[in-house]
């Protein structure tokens, strides 16, 4: 049996209660976007370590397996990612591609090629939903990580509390795991803001 979020004596501060779980968790990932905006150095080197250290600077209060590759294929709905042991060369190849596709910009990106980017790199992310748990808020925090290397705010893509932006957010998932990047990129593009 894997790990998570609603199986409350797996965290290390004891908390049994899934609101107080949720603001940990919230506060956790709060604290990661402040490292991005405050201390981290851009342009930044892309890989998996820092894939780890983001999930792990966000969650480690909350578990030992933070940072950590998921061992076990989760319960993600309708959805069945891709078997544990395939995990690792999947995110490989994810930030091999990434990479990739970012030198393919010109000096300046556009912002539709920004917002194409970012899309991409959330899609793969949870897809691929490489963690035991919190693979939607590090996919957000590397979007954000993204859009802050080429000079955007931070991208809002639901509010948590308002259903509309989330079922919006989820049906351009689905259509993501279809092979149509156009609706979340959509999304991503009305977001995207210049920083400052």
Known sequence: MGHYT???EDNR???????????QEALGVATVERYLL????????????????LHRR??????????????????VGAYLPPAAARVPML??????????????????????QVAELLAY????????????????????LLTNLLAYNYGYQEVILYQREKGE?????????????????QPLQHLISAQLQPLG
């Open 165 to 181: 932006g989330r079922a919006q957010y989820l049906q351009a998932i689905r259509q993501a795991d279809a092979y149509d990047l």
């Open 58 to 75: 966000a969650f480690g209060h909350l578990y030992e397996w933070a940072g950590q590759w998921r061992t076990q294929v989760p319960n």
């Open 6 to 8: 609603d199986a409350p």
């Open 38 to 53: 405050e201390e981290l150095e851009y342009p930044v080197d892309l890989s998996t370590f820092l894939l780890q250290d």
């Open 121 to 140: 790199a959330h899609h793969r992310l949870v897809a691929i939903h490489p963690f035991t748990n919190g693979n939607g808020r590090t996919a957000r």
């Open 91 to 112: 995110l490989y190849e994810f930030f091999d591609e990434l990479r990739h596709r970012m030198g393919l910009f010109a000096e300046e990106p556009t912002r539709d």
């Open 13 to 23: 501060l004891g908390i049994t209660n899934k609101e107080e779980l949720n603001e």
